[in-house]
């Protein structure tokens, strides 16, 4: 089945025993992607692939993981046709545009960005990266195997039962994607399970987060740290997601 292509890396993320399971698929994925984009591979140089890179660009985040991740030619490969995609729309959008007049009561509103089209190509720019866009659609299937293995694997459902639950934002991915493909039996089910599971596990996010700030007084000075180490940057990702604790991911010499 189409799901099973996703269930053995799902299945990894839950084995790992992260705060967040999906935090380590969305870690995955986004690092895979920098892999293709700018890895050894070199997909850069292909031109179909640029063709598609050049028509969706690039998020700010994502530029700066690029930076990041390093391969100066294959960044400058990248922004050069990238670049000429831009000043040929850019020429279209200038060649047509005419400022309109501003009424008194357009002043008195302020008029919005919506209103420019040249602010509307720029947002629609903003909007768009490639990164983004396949993560989004593969992250969408995770989201559809989850529940199918919820259903399906008595071995699953314990797992999820038995761990650490999710982070906020990618909890609320999975009760809005419950609500669309659950049925009210398998709602309530899923919904029996993890309410009380996340609020067990923010409890205990919390509880460390407190007990860090107890080790710093003195009269605790010799006490065992017990869970409080990583407290602040598990903290974090509870309310979040993601991992703040990271190394930056490079590309492999």
Avoid at 44 to 60: H, K, L, N
Wanted: hydrophobic share 35%; proline share 3%.
């Amino acid at each position: 089945m189409k799901e099973q292509l996703y269930t053995i890396p799902l299945n990894d993320a839950v084995n790992a025993g992260d705060e967040c399971p999906f935090c380590h698929i969305e870690r995955s994925i986004e690092q895979d992607l920098l892999d293709f984009t700018l890895g050894s591979g070199s997909s850069y140089m292909e031109a179909d692939i640029r063709e598609i890179t050049d028509q969706a660009g690039f998020c700010r985040m994502h530029f700066q993981k690029m930076f990041d991740y390093g391969n100066t030619l294959g960044n400058a490969w990248i922004l050069k046709t990238h670049y000429q995609k831009i000043i040929g729309e850019m020429q279209q959008q200038f060649a047509g545009f005419r400022p309109g007049k501003t009424s008194l009561k357009d002043r008195l509103r302020k008029a919005s960005s919506g209103d420019n089209p040249i602010g509307v190509w720029i947002a629609q720019k903003e909007t768009s990266c490639y990164i983004c866009g396949q993560y989004k659609d593969m992250y969408a299937r995770y989201l559809d195997t989850f529940f199918y293995l919820f259903k399906q694997d008595d071995a699953f459902r314990d797992k999820i039962r038995s761990g650490k639950g999710f982070c906020l934002p990618h909890f609320k991915d999975l009760c809005e994607t419950a609500d669309n493909k659950l049925s009210d039996k398998d709602k309530e089910a899923f919904y029996g399970m993890a309410l009380p599971l996340m609020e067990q596990n923010m409890k205990r996010i919390a509880d460390d987060v407190a007990w860090l700030v107890e080790k710093f007084d003195y009269r605790n000075k010799d006490a065992d740290w017990k869970n409080s180490r990583d407290a602040i940057q598990r903290g974090m990702q509870k309310l979040k997601g993601g991992y703040p604790g990271d190394p930056v991911y490079r590309m492999s010499k």
